[in-house]
């Protein structure tokens, strides 16, 4: 079975600076992908960014880069130059090739002026 | 639109009652999710499409949870006898892949609230 978890309920982050969120996976299953999303109050859930277990390097989205440890089974989302704008609930996610995706429980972030 | 589309936004309904949830995905789009999300928690898997099969609803909770897609393009979600504990939001997404590991975008989703 999969598992996700991300053991930080809650974050602060002065503006400007930069965040790591954290997030730990456990699958016995060679292939897979990771996902990062954010989820402001509103409800929707935005795509931030994509590591399939084969790539070699971290995965890199404008200010979002995914600190990808295969070994240690980590995935951890680093934003640079926090923005008031990037308030919000950050889930971790895993899909199998069957599409299945399983979710962590979220890290609530809060960007400070 | 061009976006996942989620009717209701907003669903009250009276223990007991059945309710009816509507998605529409990007068009196109081969693969569909439903999840469930309770308050302050990460969505939980229920069921997931591709075109008009039905592949996986091993996370559906009960047998009064069904879920359909037809044709192909827009599902429902079917709550029957609904139950306090059924409260949530019910979100869903479609992706472009057949499997695998393409994007998924996401409804806004329908919170239902049973009373």
């Known amino acids: 079975a999969q598992k996700i978890t991300q053991t930080q309920p809650g974050m602060f982050v002065q503006e400007k600076e930069a965040v790591t969120l954290d997030c730990t996976y456990d699958t016995s299953d060679p292939s897979y992908g990771l996902f990062w999303y954010k989820q402001p109050s509103s409800g929707e859930m935005i795509f931030l960014i994509y590591?399939?277990?084969?790539?070699?390097q971290n995965a890199t989205e404008g200010r979002y880069s995914l600190n990808f440890q295969k070994a240690r089974k980590s995935a951890n989302l680093v934003i640079s130059a926090s923005q008031l704008g990037d308030s919000a609930m950050y889930f971790c996610?895993?899909?199998?090739?069957?599409?299945?995706?399983?979710f962590g429980d979220g890290t609530t972030l809060t960007v400070k002026p | 639109g061009a976006g996942v589309s989620q009717s209701p936004r907003y669903k009250v309904a009276k223990r007991g009652q059945d309710v009816a949830l509507r998605c529409d995905p990007i068009?196109?789009?081969?693969?569909l999710f439903w999840y469930q999300q309770a308050l302050g928690q990460g969505p939980e898997f229920l069921t997931y499409f591709q075109n008009e099969a039905q592949l996986d609803k091993s996370g559906l909770p009960s047998d009064r949870f069904f879920a359909e897609r037809p044709e192909g393009s827009v599902s429902t979600l079917k709550i029957q006898r609904t139950q306090q504990e059924d409260s949530a939001v019910y979100l869903c997404a479609s992706s472009l892949g057949g499997q695998g590991f393409t994007e998924a975008f996401f409804g806004q989703g329908t919170r239902l609230t049973v009373v």
């Open positions: 590591q399939g277990s084969y790539d070699q």
């Open positions: 996610a895993m899909r199998d090739r069957a599409g299945k995706s399983t």
């Open positions: 068009s196109g789009h081969v693969s």
